[in-house]
């Protein structure tokens, strides 16, 4: 290993690193080294709040603008054509028609790519009352009010290779919180339960019961409790369809899971929503 100088030395030694220092001649440099691709990188989230920065915040509310937006499918990731058998350039879209009384809400803590693998501790703030999702349901003649207020919270320490469990949550009667960690139980107050940089599943409960269900649009088949419907929008106009016409949204959904290996499950009662 080559170095310029022994500041260069001191500075490597000082550090309780391993490090590796290559002494690049120009032109072994200019024909191995690629300053435009050193200089593209995606930076890790901890590096957001090095130097005693604060962690971001990140609103619930923005988790759940973020779920139901427009997302453009790449290339490795087209959209199955269950007419055509073709795979294809497609955007896809979550719309929510109706809401189940209990709502789970899953915090996607974990991220990947094709370089590394890490947890995000970020803070998302949420609301333990008067969580209103009215504005995310698009059935204008919706008859409940999609008001919920928060019952429990499931709570994950650690990182990808392990971690522990633990739960807060709500007595329904004298509606005192509650912190179980193992055998322990403890009292918490709602504010320990909103600042917890741990949370990983939200339990929602309606503040309202849920009155009669509403109609459903007759041309799409969609399953009970909290419905997601897909909408999916072709980028060429060459998609045929059967002559009994086109594929509901579902239809159009499960075909691509299916084709992905993809088990339907019953009974859809969550959100899993990114930070």
Not at 18 to 47: C, G, I, N, P
Not at 80 to 97: G, V
Not at 121 to 149: C, H, M, R, W
């Amino acid at each position: 290993m080559f170095l310029w100088s022994k500041t260069r030395l001191y500075a490597i030694d000082a550090c309780d690193r391993t490090h590796v220092a290559v002494d690049w001649s120009k032109a072994a440099k200019d024909r191995f080294y690629d300053d435009k691709a050193a200089e593209s990188f995606e930076e890790h989230l901890s590096m957001k709040y090095r130097g005693g920065q604060k962690k971001p915040v990140i609103q619930l509310h923005d988790c759940l603008k973020l779920f139901m937006k427009e997302e453009q499918l790449s290339e490795q990731d087209p959209w199955y054509c269950p007419d055509c058998k073709l795979h294809k350039q497609a955007t896809k879209k979550f719309d929510l028609w109706s809401l189940p009384d209990v709502l789970i809400i899953h915090l996607k803590r974990f991220h990947y790519n094709s370089m590394y693998r890490n947890k995000i501790d970020a803070l998302v703030e949420f609301p333990t009352q008067g969580l209103d999702l009215s504005n995310y349901i698009i059935n204008e003649e919706s008859p409940v009010k999609n008001e919920y207020d928060l019952i429990a919270v499931t709570n994950h320490f650690g990182g990808l290779g392990g971690g522990h469990y633990t739960a807060y949550a709500k007595n329904k009667d004298d509606k005192t919180w509650y912190c179980f960690d193992d055998s322990s139980v403890s009292g918490a107050s709602p504010e320990s339960v909103a600042s917890n940089t741990s949370a990983y599943v939200l339990v929602y409960q309606r503040t309202q019961p849920a009155g009669p269900a509403a109609p459903r649009p007759a041309t799409e088949t969609l399953r009970s409790g909290m419905i997601p419907i897909p909408v999916v929008h072709i980028q060429n106009n060459d998609i045929s369809t059967h002559s009994g016409g086109p594929s509901s949204p579902k239809d159009l959904y499960m075909a691509n899971k299916q084709e992905n290996g993809e088990e339907e499950a019953d009974g859809m009662d969550g959100i899993t929503v990114l930070i």
